[in-house]
């Protein structure tokens, strides 16, 4: 029913089921992970009225589980990108995971999915950090100039080469001169 994608891993297609309407992905070496990726596989929807919160899960210090809403995915949202990286100090949630006594390892984080009634998805807020930006952050950083680069258009670079070329052609030795 559901996926979960992290960069440069493949793709988890097969969550641990751990109660009838909670389900688990494991994500080894959490560390090292910025965004998740939580979507529905599109082979089995959501009953009508119902949608899943996205948890994240990582240990403590302690090693005790510490969880945070994410978000949620539903029939009509059926994927979701989450920012996790800076997840990784902050306290945890009220969640539905509670009472479930979830292996924990040290270099192991989880994303939980609890499957629940829309009009609750709803009432829940969301870590707000979890969230990823509407503003694509490749086209912002091109786009924001720094006063201590110099930026050369296009045009005069292409102008330029196009000049070395045909110079090149009349004289194949000009540029030792």
């Known amino acids: 029913m559901f996926g979960c994608l992290v ?13 009838e309407d909670k389900f688990v992905f494991d994500l080894p070496d959490y560390e090292n992970i910025n965004h998740v990726v939580v979507f529905m596989l599109g082979t089995i929807p959501f009953p009508d009225g119902m949608g899943g919160s996205v948890y ?11 969880w945070q809403l994410l978000g949620f ?7 979701a990108i989450f920012k996790i990286s800076g997840l990784k100090s902050g306290k945890g949630s009220q969640h539905p995971f509670g009472a479930m006594n979830l292996p924990q390892t040290p270099t192991v984080a989880q994303i939980g999915i609890s499957v629940e009634l829309l009009e609750n998805l709803a009432q829940q807020t969301p870590v707000a950090s979890a969230a990823v930006s509407s503003v694509d952050s490749f086209t912002e ?3 924001t100039p720094n006063p201590s680069e110099a930026f050369i258009p296009a045009n005069v670079v292409l102008k330029w080469y196009e000049n070395f070329q045909r110079r090149l052609t009349q004289n194949p030795l000009f540029w030792k001169t």
């Open 56 to 66: 994240f899960c990582y240990p403590d210090q302690t090693g005790m589980a510490v």
């Open 7 to 19: 960069a440069g891993r493949l793709v988890q297609a097969a969550p641990q089921q751990v109660a």
């Open 73 to 79: 995915v539903t029939n009509e949202k059926p994927s």
């Open 141 to 143: 950083a091109q786009m």
